[in-house]
């Protein structure tokens, strides 16, 4: 069974509207992510969360607010979408205590905003 | 500017070939470099992981070769299958503490034709 989740897996949004994309991961892990791919771009890091109630910024978060209510749930936020937030969306969680790095990545989201 | 970057967008080999994929990178911090394999419409996993400290990793048919000196590494394919068509997305990062905060390269689409 899938240990990082992702909702919606596809929407469609309007210029200016709000969109929230949520995470849940079963992993137990410590540390969340969210990437948007675009393509000639690879996976670019918007924002991250160590523990609960803690976000940080990634490479790429302006227009983008995240929220990390929770251990098991991570989410992004989109206040007023615009449509170069056209993207396919991921999220991802890692173990600090395994020491091997590795992300496990849920399914994606593919937003549109039109 | 892209801190990780695969040049050839897309490379084509012949079934039973050696398939060759290339990542350089600006970071002379970074210590952890890994390899994910991507399928259309599905989440990356991890294929491989190196740490700064070898320059050499091999697992069955994957090699990770890493030139600390040249800022490159490469992931060898050897005896390449068909079910190895995909996108290979390099990554490289700074583990601190088992953090996995990666940066991604645009990513390479291999085609193994039979």
């Known amino acids: 069974e899938a240990a990082v989740t992702q909702s919606p897996r596809s929407k469609v949004a309007v210029t200016g509207g709000k969109v929230t994309l949520s995470c849940h991961q079963t992993?137990?892990?410590?540390?969340m992510y969210w990437y948007r791919q675009d393509t000639g771009h690879g996976l670019r890091l918007i924002h991250y969360?160590?523990?609960?109630?803690?976000?940080e910024k990634g490479d790429i978060p302006d227009g983008y607010k995240a929220s990390r209510p929770s251990q098991e749930n991570f989410s992004l936020i989109l206040e007023l979408a615009s449509l170069s937030q056209t993207a396919v969306y991921f999220c991802?969680?890692?173990?600090?205590?395994?020491?091997?790095?590795?992300?496990?990545f849920g399914e994606g989201s593919k937003l549109t905003v039109l | 500017g892209q801190q990780v970057k695969q040049s050839s967008p897309s490379l084509t080999v012949q079934e039973g070939g050696i398939s060759i994929l290339n990542c350089d990178y600006e970071?002379?911090?970074?210590?952890?470099f890994a390899w994910y394999k991507k399928y259309p419409d599905n989440s990356p996993t991890l294929l491989i992981s190196?740490?700064?400290?070898?320059d050499k990793r091999e697992d069955g048919r994957l090699t990770v070769f890493l030139n600390k000196s040249g800022k490159h590494f490469s992931l060898h394919i050897t005896a390449s299958q068909p079910e190895d068509t995909a996108v290979y997305l390099c990554?490289?990062?700074?583990?601190?503490?088992?953090?996995?905060?990666?940066?991604f390269g645009e990513g390479t689409k291999l085609t193994v034709s039979s």
């Open positions: 991802a969680s890692s173990d600090p205590g395994a020491n091997t790095g590795q992300l496990y």
């Open positions: 992993n137990n892990h410590d540390y």
């Open positions: 969360s160590y523990v609960a109630d803690s976000t």
């Open positions: 970071n002379d911090m970074f210590d952890y």
């Open positions: 190196v740490r700064s400290n070898v």
């Open positions: 990554a490289a990062g700074e583990n601190q503490g088992g953090s996995a905060k990666l940066i």
